[in-house]
């Protein structure tokens, strides 16, 4: 038997318990994969509330990230004994999930965990660290280097973007960030950040088209009127990798920008990635990201505690990374 958070909806109430599944329950999937850690993303948070039509049909077992050892694979490519991390294809949301002792997935689904990563350290990376890597690569391909301009990261304290000040500081980028959270700054500090901007500064409007340079490049996880603000800042040439949008969905702007400065914004995907793209990503993940940081930013907890840490992670009282103990 196997331990699992299962959702189920009756008209409009959505409840979460605890089950026990036999394993059998899991064995019409390409993959069966035992469980050793999962964590905590922004989209579990909204898949445990019933938020944004995530779940085509309940009961459901949430859980967006799962690190794991094969125990029976229908597939070439993978085989017993493999040690996999389970994500994108929205794994979690129109199938079952990473909250369960046992889990069945598509292969798609599913990289090989790199040999220098724990699969503890992985799901400290999660979805989060994935996308946040994905953004900086991205970046990098639309020619951001090292300079005397910072990179602004929104959001910073949250889960990509606390991946995201400490993968540019490793990589010798001057990293800024914003926060509606002053009282961790010894924790972005930590993360290698230079500068801390409030976010209200970003999300007063402007009426000017273009304003004085300041950012050679941006990864933006909240949208709305930040990403407004922050278009009309970026330098000639630079690009906004867009990851988030915890402040809104829609933003004003004009063309100028991209006229005038030839501005890119660049859509980061981290659900339909290609499998060769999302094992290339956590592959410099692993290489890069500095593990006492990673230490530092990770706090553990139990199955039964992810209700909980479900409600915080929607109302912005999570810093850093989450990892959920199976």
Partial sequence: MNRSIVLNQVGDELSTQIKEFPQKEFEQNELLVRVEYSTINYKDGM???????????????????????VI?????????????????????????????????????MAVKLPDNLSPRDAMGLGTAGL???????????????????????????????????????????????STGRSYERSYLESLGI????????????????????????????VGGATLSRVLRQMGFGSSIASVGLAGGSSFEGTVMPF???????????????????????WERLAELF?????EEMIEEIDLDQVPEYGTKILAGQIRGRIVVKL
Wanted: charged residues 20%; glycine residues 14%.
């Fill in 131 to 177: 996308s946040a890597m994905l953004a900086i690569n991205a970046l990098e391909s639309f020619g951001l280097k090292p300079s005397e301009k910072e990179v602004l990261v929104t959001g910073a304290v949250g889960g990509v973007g606390s991946v995201a000040v400490a993968l540019l500081s490793k990589l010798g980028y001057r990293v800024a960030g």
């Fill in 290 to 294: 500095p593990r006492p940081v990673l």
């Fill in 72 to 108: 029976d694979s229908q597939v070439d490519g993978f085989s017993v004994g493999d040690r996999v991390i389970l994500g994108g294809h929205r794994f979690g949301e129109i199938c079952w999930g990473g909250y369960s002792e046992v889990v069945g997935a598509a292969s798609s």
């Fill in 259 to 281: 006229l005038l400065r030839g501005v890119n914004i660049l859509g980061i995907d981290s659900v339909s990635v290609p499998q060769k793209s999302r094992s290339r990503a």
């Fill in 194 to 221: 230079s500068t801390i901007l409030d976010r209200k500064e970003l999300e007063e409007p402007s009426t000017r088209p273009l304003e004085k340079v300041r950012w050679s490049g941006c990864i933006d996880n």
């Fill in 47 to 69: 898949v445990l509330k019933g938020l944004g039509k995530l779940v085509n049909s309940y009961p459901h077992i949430p859980g967006i990230d799962a690190c794991g050892t």
